[in-house]
């Protein structure tokens, strides 16, 4: 496997596990399989990759958690902010 799609799977991994930790329409803690988010978090890794603005990605994750499960968490900013944090943290690819 080259580098960059080591690196990407492992973002993708690590985003996946914080995602479900948050599980915002506790989909998860009902006993959901673990991939059940993966329509989110995929594109959401994207966002994160070309730079969107947490404002952009909290629009857009609103909006996506609305209507893909009927969720609106109260805490969708506070895990915005966590997730820039993270992958600004992480090695450029």
Known sequence: MRPRARVVRDQLR???DIFNAWDPADLISA????DEYNCIVVPL???LAKGSSASEIEEWLRMQLKETFEADP????SFIRKIVVWFDAKPAV
């Open 74 to 77: 109260e805490s969708l900013g």
């Open 45 to 47: 890794l994207g966002m």
């Open 14 to 16: 690590e985003l996946t």
């Open 31 to 34: 006993g959901a399989p673990t």
